[in-house]
């Protein structure tokens, strides 16, 4: 056995973590060396199993360890590591290109999502998205539309860009002044609905606000972007399908394009492979990454139409696209991606998660039931309980309090990774989690509640 402390103490004197105020490890926030991951759990340094729930921050769908990814990955390494993608291909890019745009999305009468950009992370995949609806209208000389539309609460990732079209002022308020100009329309989430008012009459509410907003800036709009049915960094706060059918509308009337970020969402998380197809809509752009490679690889796609891909072609270099990045579309990753793909057909994972998240509603309703609880959703394979100071939706906890760290710490001394957003706890396991594993889930997020809010 490797010593934990040992191995802590190498990694802060070396290791700068993402998302992080160093300066609360180890004391305010412990740091566990992680050496083996097998199925929904981690194993520590020191031996003790953790049970995944947010699998490892949303990208692993099938289980760490899972034989056949891991198989598929070596047998690529042994073939071919990595090639560069401008000039050349190989045959693991071109079929998991292939099953993707089969896969995808599609609307009748629509022009189906024809081609795959690769990149290596989400916040790249959502760049390349911004990149090409702007570019596309600069080709056609169309110069005045160069401002994107995003939602209030939507997390789009980490780069400048990225951060650019996201609302979230953890993240975001410090670097504003170097942030590109968005249009932001009201979120659609159904946890803002009024008393007595439905999710669907919520969310056309915030389609008729957006609708104003594109009738005066319709014409400077290139793009609009959205993560469908799920804002997840924002608090796995969830709406309505029915706004997506009226922001694919509008979008359409006002001829500026929708970019889907399915980046959380995606492969299998809110139910269906993609969420938009609970909105029976298709994107003109759409973004995937996290669970893509089943967790085990960065790799991220940014799927467009034809007529998107149509408006690159020119004699001129400066009106391709020129974007790319090193590892684009990197062997390993797609040859992880097309394992992943085949588990989804093998194990019928779709159809196994319906009875899975049947299950995980059960076991939701006794933690709702509980008195800070103030809300508890579920979308597919994701459930959250939204903690309140006497389990009214208007009566947050004092942030001071540091509720949602208090959390994450009873969790993890009970052997389970829960990592919450602010007060918002979450359920976001790997798909092959088991009955016992979700039974103790469940035990330790009420006694972690119970825990935390006792002295609050
Ligand atoms: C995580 C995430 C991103 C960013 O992906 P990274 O790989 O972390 O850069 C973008 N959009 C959504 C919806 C995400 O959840």
């Known amino acids: 056995m490797i010593a934990e402390h040992d191995l802590v103490e190498r990694d802060l004197a070396a290791v700068w973590h993402p998302c992080t105020q160093m300066r609360e490890h180890p004391g305010l926030l412990p740091l566990v060396p992680v050496v083996r991951g097998e199925g929904a759990w981690l194993v520590g340094a020191d031996g003790r199993r953790y049970l995944d729930a947010v699998s490892s921050w949303w990208t692993n769908i099938h289980g760490h360890g899972e034989p056949r990814i891991a198989a598929a990955i070596a047998e690529q390494a042994r073939t071919l590591e990595h090639v560069l993608l401008a000039g050349f291909t190989h045959p693991s890019a071109i079929a998991l290109a292939e099953q993707l745009l089969a896969r995808a999305p599609r609307q009748a009468g629509r022009d189906p999502l024809a081609k795959v950009f690769y990149a290596d992370n989400g916040s790249a995949a959502v760049e390349v998205a911004l990149k090409m609806a702007f570019h596309w209208f600069r080709n056609r000389g169309e110069t005045e539309r160069h401002k994107f539309i995003a939602l209030h609460n939507g997390y789009h990732g980490e780069t400048l860009g990225a951060l650019a079209v996201g609302d979230i002022p953890l993240y975001r308020r410090i670097y504003a002044p170097l942030l590109a100009e968005a249009i932001f329309a009201p979120s659609p989430d159904a946890y803002d609905a009024r008393p007595g008012q439905t999710a669907e009459a919520c969310a056309l509410e915030a389609a008729d606000v957006l609708a104003s907003l594109l009738d005066v800036h319709g014409q400077e709009v290139c793009a609009l972007i959205v993560e469908p049915l799920l804002q997840c960094a924002g608090g796995m706060r969830m709406h309505h399908p029915a706004y997506l059918r009226r922001v694919r509308e509008l979008c359409d009337a006002h001829g500026i394009f929708l970019i889907a970020d399915e980046i959380a969402s995606g492969f299998g998380r809110t139910g269906t492979l993609f969420a938009c197809e609970q909105a029976g809509i298709q994107p003109d752009l759409m973004c995937v990454s996290k669970g893509l490679t089943g967790g085990f690889m960065p790799l991220a796609a940014t799927l467009a139409t034809q007529a998107i891909y149509d408006g690159f072609l020119d004699d001129s270099r400066e009106r391709a696209f020129l974007h790319s990045h090193s590892y684009t579309g990197n062997p390993l990753g797609c040859a992880a991606g097309l394992a992943s793909l085949a588990i989804f057909d093998q194990d019928d994972v779709l ?106």
């Open 351 to 456: 159809e196994r998660n319906r009875t899975t998240s049947m299950r995980m509603g059960e076991l939701a309703k006794d933690i709702a039931a509980l008195p800070h609880v103030a809300d508890a959703r579920q979308c597919g394979m994701v459930v959250a309980f939204e903690l309140t100071r006497d389990g009214n939706k208007t009566t947050p906890f004092d942030p001071s309090l540091r509720i949602g760290l208090q959390a994450y710490r009873a969790a993890l001394a009970r052997g389970v990774v829960l990592r919450p957003l602010g007060d918002i706890l979450y359920w976001m396991p790997p798909y092959c989690i088991d009955d016992d594993a979700l039974a103790q889930l469940a035990d330790v997020t009420a006694t972690t509640i119970r825990e935390v809010t006792a002295c609050a």
